[in-house]
């Protein structure tokens, strides 16, 4: 049995914001592993142990560069939100966002190996990452990119330098805009229902039996008869299709006339929107979080032994 930190819970409510105990429940029952316990949660908890599951722990910034037709979107990741102020920082993610685009490198290493200068470093783009991590005492890298240069036109959308949505579209600019910036609030995971990756789906319909099961267990204990298996096949099915309505991006109600879909709203202005990528920084990359109560106990114990 795995043991269960102070930390570890501390790590599980940041992203579930379930109880205190709720959540050392959880990872006791999944023996420490935090995917798991998570999904425990959502089971017991249903919504409420997803609201914060957008949080992300990583430091970074998110930037975008548009021209016509060309485009690119970057992240680029450092270890302190203090560096994302960074005049230096800041101009070296901007100029690899405008390199990636002009120069189309296949990926991170290549990008690195573009010809640039900044602040006294050079001749590459990677000398000048490595020259910056020793002026301003703290690493840093280049992440993930998407290069765009295609037919469709482009729309760009920056929540602060957190965010970045590029849309691929025909038609109006600025409902395209508008689309990006829905995006960025809304966070979809495809275009439609039936882009949504099976993976997600399974996941949804794995949580959705669970709370039904759960559901069983308690009107078990009150005495209550269980529901026919048609029907409780027919609730699972019916939060998988909620979820996915809620995630395709066409379905979702317009964050600036939620009377009416993002697809309908496109539709009114004759403007079809091809694909769209979405980059939230550190999304996916988790902190370490110290176990400081261990940590303190480890070096007390590593002072005895050596008394």
């Known amino acids: 049995m795995a043991a269960i930190t102070a930390s570890m819970v501390a790590e599980l409510r940041g992203k579930t914001d379930a109880p205190m105990m709720e959540c050392k429940k959880a990872l006791t029952e ?88 900044q602040d006294g470093f050079g001749p590459t783009l990677e000398d000048v990452r490595k020259g910056l991590i020793g002026k301003i005492g703290e690493n840093m890298s280049f992440r993930r990119f998407k290069r765009f240069d295609g037919a469709a036109k482009l729309a760009a959308y920056l929540h602060g330098t957190r965010i970045g949505v590029v849309v691929e579209f025909d038609g109006d600019e600025t409902a395209a805009k508008d689309v990006a910036m829905h995006i960025a609030a809304m966070k979809p995971v495809a275009l439609t229902s039936s882009d949504v990756p099976a993976e997600l789906i399974e996941k949804e319909r794995a949580v959705a039996a669970g709370k039904a099961e759960e559901d069983r267990k308690v009107a078990e204990a009150a005495g209550k008869p269980a529901q026919p298996a048609e029907i409780v096949a027919k609730r699972i099915e019916g939060g998988v299709q909620k979820y996915l309505k809620e995630v395709s991006l066409f379905n979702q109600p317009f964050v600036k006339n939620d009377k009416q879909t993002v697809e309908q709203m496109l539709k009114t202005v004759g403007t079809s929107v091809k694909a769209f990528t979405l980059y939230v920084v550190g999304e996916g990359i988790e902190k370490k979080v110290d176990d400081f109560a261990a940590e303190v106990a480890a070096q007390v114990a590593a002072a005895k032994a050596a008394a």
């Open 30 to 117: 999944a023996d420490g592993d935090m995917v798991k316990a998570e999904e425990l949660l959502r089971i017991k908890l249903g919504n409420k142990a997803g609201k914060a599951s957008s949080r992300v722990t990583a430091e970074g910034v998110v930037t975008s560069y548009i021209n016509g037709n060309l485009g690119a979107l970057l992240e680029v990741n450092c270890e302190t939100d203090f560096v994302t102020k960074n005049d230096s920082f800041l101009a070296l993610a901007n100029a690899a966002a405008e390199l990636i685009a002009k120069n189309n490198p296949a990926d991170v290493a290549a990008l690195g190996a573009i010809a640039y200068s």
